[in-house]
């Protein structure tokens, strides 16, 4: 599909002027694409990336209908008078009985679903993944439905394990439920790597606490924030005793008679006060609020490395020195000493794992780094702009041997240098340091 310059300059710019990040975010879920390989910091870069993206795939005339459903404008109506018709995307969710995080058990579903769906599974993209037993949401292009999904599928993999899952479109969800998907897909994206895909949190937790958080707002009165008046229970017992201690005090008489009648008045205007003056309570405080995924869910921890522990431990004596040589930004940090395996990205945190701030064309888990036989491979887990040794793109999930002084570039401007206290990588042949 042809795109005028001209077209995609304005188209850019009007994203970055009418969108905001957040919308930006919507409208690659609304599309069906995985928000991971997104730059997430710069609004500018997210839009730029979008739209690269979109061209890529001949998705163009469906960003620009998606966009006007949420802004009107003449500029984008004349836009898409100019395109050719959007084949939408559609969203399927699956849900499988059991725990499915093995890749090869992955593909094997999508390769099950892509032959009852009668699509390629090339055409089917895996937005997200959550825990519960194992959920999962895909993104099917030129889907043509002849008879209904929503029923129990089963299979058999290769390793002779019978798979269970059930289909469900997106659009037949419940409102909760296609709130939850949204705030998965773009803030707890699986951890990828070249065996796995590990879900990073649970889709029960996630809806739980939007249906906690929508009953909590269905609880206020007054859209314009004003106070509610309560009767003063505390006042009126008060009250109360008081009056019954003045009958008492008339009741009993004695020498203090005489100076009954004023302690009269003014108990009675007391308990009067007491009575009557109100208690007011401010239901809700400060303006009101829109439910932002922040305000609901905390994301919980997900795992480095899915090496199996008793490699790493054979494996923490290989130390590499990890450095930046080249980076249109500018980094706190541009030397890390590291054991492996360890995975390096732009937004990820912890130990093991180097973290490159500031260039937005690395992926959160760009790549992986692993110590196995005596040498030293990388792996590209799945990011956009893809990894280069020496120039040449590697491919995605494929463990690649690190030849010795290499230069690796991560997306499109960040360029690194990896090398270890081992004979394969080390500067002296045949000895160690």
């Not at 710069?42 to 979109?54: G, P």
């Not at 909760?176 to 998965?184: D, E, G, L, M």
Request: with cysteine; charged share 20%; hydrophobic share 40%.
């Amino acid at each position: 599909m042809t795109f005028a310059s001209d077209d995609r300059a304005q188209l850019r710019a009007f994203l970055i002027k009418q969108f905001s990040l957040s919308e930006l975010k919507d409208l690659v879920f609304d599309l069906g694409f995985e928000i991971d390989g997104f730059p997430q910091e710069q609004k500018n870069d997210f839009a730029r990336e979008l739209i690269r993206h979109c061209e890529r795939i001949g998705k163009i005339p469906c960003l620009v209908k998606a966009m006007l459903t949420v802004r009107e404008d003449d500029f984008l109506s004349k836009l898409l008078s100019k395109l050719p018709s959007c084949s939408p995307s559609t969203k399927v969710q699956i849900y499988v009985s059991q725990e499915l995080i093995e890749r090869q058990d992955i593909d094997e579903l999508i390769a099950d679903i892509s032959t009852r769906l009668n699509v390629p599974a090339s055409q089917i993209t895996l937005i997200g993944a959550a825990w519960g037993s194992t959920y999962f949401l895909i993104s099917v292009s030129g889907l043509q439905l002849a008879f209904n999904i929503s029923q129990e599928f089963a299979f058999y993999n290769s390793k002779r394990r019978r798979i269970v899952y059930r289909m469900k479109l997106f659009g037949d969800l419940l409102s909760n439920q296609k709130a939850t998907w949204r705030i998965i897909a773009q803030n707890h994206p699986p951890a990828r790597t070249a065996t796995r895909i590990t879900p990073s949190i649970s889709f029960g937790s996630i809806s739980g606490r939007i249906t906690r958080r929508n009953r909590t707002l269905s609880l206020r009165r007054d859209p314009r924030n004003e106070t509610v008046t309560m009767h003063n229970f505390s006042g009126s017992a008060i009250a109360i005793v008081l009056i019954l201690f003045i009958v008492v005090l008339i009741v009993g008489g004695g020498e203090s008679q005489q100076n009954l009648g004023g302690i009269t008045i003014l108990g009675v205007v007391i308990a009067v006060l007491l009575w009557l003056v109100p208690r007011t309570t401010r239901l809700i405080s400060g303006p009101t609020r829109v439910m932002r995924p922040r305000d609901v869910i905390r994301p919980y921890s997900t795992p480095k490395t899915t090496i199996p522990r008793k490699d790493i431990a054979k494996q923490k004596s290989v130390v590499a020195q990890i450095k930046v040589v080249k980076t249109s930004s500018f980094p706190q940090q541009r030397e890390w000493n590291v054991a492996l395996p360890c995975t390096i990205g732009r937004s990820i945190a912890g130990v093991d794992i180097v973290t490159i701030k500031g260039d937005p064309f690395i992926s959160p888990r760009h790549l992986e780094v692993v110590y196995k036989g005596n040498k030293v491979y990388i792996s590209d887990l799945g990011s956009l702009n893809g990894t280069f040794i020496n120039g040449k793109r590697i491919e995605k999930f494929k463990p690649v041997l690190l030849p010795k002084g290499a230069v690796i570039r991560l997306g499109r401007n960040t360029e690194v240098t990896i090398s270890t206290n081992t004979p394969h990588m080390s500067s002296k042949k045949g000895t160690r340091r």
